[in-house]
Nanobody, 124 residues
């Protein structure tokens, strides 16, 4: 089992920055891929960015390329999503997710573990 708890969402103006955190607990995180998805009102949940917890391969959506980065604190077991140059279309509930695999998948169906989500609102 892996438990995930997000924090750090909020309201920010367009062009601003925000950092989300995902506190992870559970066994064998090194065997996991962890990442972020988002879901805007009336839309399907979409992939944002993901990486192997142990390091190495990272995959991200084209819409966030050059703006969003993912990192982790191994000691605190926290996954971060650093979001820069935010746009109103980035407004969504952001979810932390994990899958027990070393393949960095982009489909939400491939992820077994989910956090409760945190709201990010970008005003124009």
């Amino acid at each position: 089992q892996v438990q995930l708890v997000e924090s750090g969402g909020g309201l920010v103006q367009a062009g601003g920055s925000l950092r989300l955190s995902c506190a992870a607990s559970g066994r064998a995180l090194s065997e996991c891929v962890m990442g972020w998805f988002r879901q805007a009102p009336g839309k399907e949940r979409e992939f944002v960015i993901a990486t192997r917890w142990a390091g190495g391969s990272t995959n991200h959506a084209d819409s966030v390329k050059g703006r969003f980065t993912i990192s982790r604190d191994y000691v605190k077991k926290i996954l971060y999503l650093e979001m820069n140059s935010l746009k109103p279309e980035d407004t969504a509930v952001y979810y932390c997710a994990a899958r027990r695999s070393l393949e960095v998948a982009t489909s939400s169906a491939e992820y077994e573990y989910w956090g409760q989500g945190t709201q990010v609102t970008v005003s124009s």
